[in-house]
């Protein structure tokens, strides 16, 4: 019988997670960093007569779209807290359909306008939004960044947060209108 020795150390640390900033880059904690896990939801909003979706830019990262949304405080069931984040970063109705898809996973993340590292668990669902989207026109919203509509065929091109754009090609796959 072949066995696996483990050293002592594998069994008192458990393994890596890597950490990425909004941009994709790796940033590694040291030892004073707080590392905490957090909960996210996420809406993928697509205005599909448009050809259009929801993104939103954090006042810390105006040059960072991703999609709404943010942590799940307590209490709060995925519906809660999608509603509540797409008043705070949105600002207008959540007039929508769905959800239709989700998309999860787990992942290190850097949360620079804090300095923490979160092991982020996300959770990202696709909606129809059931309103006319104006593409490109943009706006304040209450959290003090923008939303705004951009077009389906401009993300590729956009600098999108990277843990929201390994979301993205995935829900919109499930549309066959594009």
């Known amino acids: 019988m072949n066995r696996v020795q483990t050293d002592e150390s594998d069994r008192t640390h458990p393994p890596s997670i890597i950490f990425y900033d909004r941009l994709g880059n790796v940033v590694t904690p040291d030892a004073q960093s707080v590392i905490k896990p957090r909960r996210g939801v996420f809406a993928l909003v697509v205005a599909v007569n448009d050809k259009a979706i929801m993104l939103s830019a954090e006042a810390c990262a105006p040059d960072v779209p991703e999609l709404p949304g943010g942590g799940i405080e307590d209490g709060e069931t995925l519906d809660d807290a999608t509603k509540r984040e797409w008043a705070e970063e ?89």
Do not use: M
């Open 90 to 178: 949105v600002g207008i109705a959540f007039d929508v359909k769905g959800p239709f898809q989700r998309f999860q996973h787990v992942r290190g993340f850097y949360a620079d306008d804090r300095d923490e590292f979160w092991v982020y668990d996300q959770t990202f669902r696709l909606y129809h939004f059931l309103g006319q989207a104006t593409i490109g026109q943009k706006w304040l919203n209450p959290e003090g960044g923008t939303a705004g509509w951009d077009a389906i065929a401009s993300l590729p091109r956009l600098f999108i947060n990277r843990a929201h754009w390994c979301a993205i090609p995935t829900l919109l796959s499930s549309l066959t209108q594009f």
